[in-house]
Nanobody, 126 residues
Framework: QVQLVESGGGLVQAGGSLRLSCAAS????????MAWFRQAPGKEREFLAV????????YHADSVKGRFTISRDLAKNTMYLQMNSLKPEDTAVYYC???????????????????WGQGTQVTVSS
């Protein structure tokens, strides 16, 4: 099992930036890919981006492409989501997730992942 802890959320004005972090611990050697999702009040959880842990291949959802960038630091066992040009509609709880087995690419569905963090709140004011 992989333990994931998100950080870096907060309150930011529209047009601003935030960088989220997801620190991984536990059976990290078995990790194939990690991803970011978000869930706004009253909405379903939305896939944002995914990165393969060893190769660093990435995929970003169209809704955030060009504004958000996923990355990882192998030495720190940490994944990041750089969010620029934030909009009020980006307000949500942001979650990181991990999957241990490869498969279809990209893996955009919640059931593709077997470990989840507790989430970090991002609020964008207008």
């Amino acid at each position: 099992q992989v333990q994931l802890v998100e950080s870096g959320g907060g309150l930011v004005q529209a047009g601003g930036s935030l960088r989220l972090s997801c620190a991984a611990s536990g059976r990290t050697f078995s990790r194939y890919a990690m991803a970011w999702f978000r869930q706004a009040p009253g909405k379903e959880r939305e896939f944002l981006a995914v990165i393969t842990w060893s190769g660093g291949a990435t995929y970003h959802a169209d809704s955030v492409k060009g504004r958000f960038t996923i990355s990882r630091d192998l030495a720190k066992n940490t994944m990041y989501l750089q969010m620029n040009s934030l909009k009020p509609e980006d307000t949500a709880v942001y979650y990181c997730a991990s999957k241990t087995v490869g498969g279809r690419w990209p893996p955009p569905l919640e059931y593709d992942y077997d470990s989840w963090g507790q989430g970090t709140q991002v609020t964008v004011s207008s």
